[in-house]
């Protein structure tokens, strides 16, 4: 029945996923597996009372199993390290329910089981940026992951992603320069990077981060239209006519590279 649940919940069949965990724990109550597999398929239907349930019975099974490993029997449990996870579902939980203190302990009691500490803080500001969209509380956790790992680029693209979300583009543009000098290859990054400078009138970083694109893409829509606009600012029409010729050529349908070229000319 498990090895059923497990294969529905890969599938997105929450549902079946559900029912059959439930048939497991019928056969086998002290199951570690199935309760981890209906607190993850309540999480993904943002049913908040389900994932306390559940989550609270994983933790509390977690914990006797590690004091009394050979009670298991033939059982085999192969989520005993997801102990994090699940706490940090449970943080999701009171945070539904509006209790915050509840929330921060939980969060608190996974960063302190995991060896991975930034990873949960980034785990849980990225969940608040994307699906609960408290932006308070997401910029709070990235900046703890920031400090768990200054280095780590994922963190530094997450909070370049909130600070576009809430409209602080001098943020933006600092997070996007770190991960430009850290030496990023994401072309996506180096255009954001390239148009932010472009609107913030500071031309140099714009072409520096153009050069990188037009490294790694040498035909790359936005790159020939970006500096078609750079050099329509730096007010060398020839340059800029010959972007936007090679923009067009790249993507024809686009509307803003004649609109431009009719500026121009």
Not at 8 to 36: C, I, T, V, W
Not at 189 to 203: G, I, K, Q
Request: with cysteine; proline share 3%; aromatic share 12%.
């Amino acid at each position: 029945h498990y090895n059923a649940a497990i294969a529905f919940f890969r599938m997105g069949n929450l549902e079946q996923a559900r029912f059959y965990s439930l048939r497991a724990l019928d056969k086998f109550p002290k199951h570690l597996d199935s309760y981890y597999t209906l607190a993850m398929a309540a999480a993904e239907k943002k049913e908040w009372e389900e994932v306390l349930r559940y989550g609270k019975h994983y933790l509390e099974l977690l914990g006797f199993y590690e004091e009394n490993p050979d009670q298991a029997g033939l059982i085999i449990n192969n989520t005993m390290k997801e102990g994090p996870s699940i706490n940090v579902l449970i943080g999701h939980a009171f945070h539904a329910r509006g209790n915050h203190d509840e929330m921060e302990r939980y969060y608190r009691n996974a960063c302190k089981l995991s060896d991975d500490k930034w990873q949960v803080w980034w785990n849980i500001g990225t969940f608040h940026m994307d699906r609960s969209e408290d932006f308070t509380l997401a910029r709070h956790y990235l900046e703890l992951a920031l400090q768990e790992s200054p280095e780590e680029q994922s963190v530094w693209y997450m909070l370049a992603k909130l600070n576009s979300k809430t409209g602080t583009i001098d943020e933006e543009k600092k997070c996007l320069e770190y991960l430009y000098n850290a030496g990023t290859q994401d072309v996506m990054v180096l255009n954001r990077l390239a148009s932010l400078s472009l609107d913030l009138s500071d031309l140099t970083a714009a072409r520096r981060a153009l050069d990188a694109v037009m490294n790694l893409d040498p035909a790359n829509y936005l790159a020939f239209y970006h500096r078609g606009i750079l050099h329509k600012l730096q007010n060398i029409p020839d340059k800029a006519i010959e972007a936007f010729s090679r923009a067009i050529e790249i993507s024809p349908q686009e509307a803003s590279p004649w609109m431009h070229l009719g500026e121009i000319t």
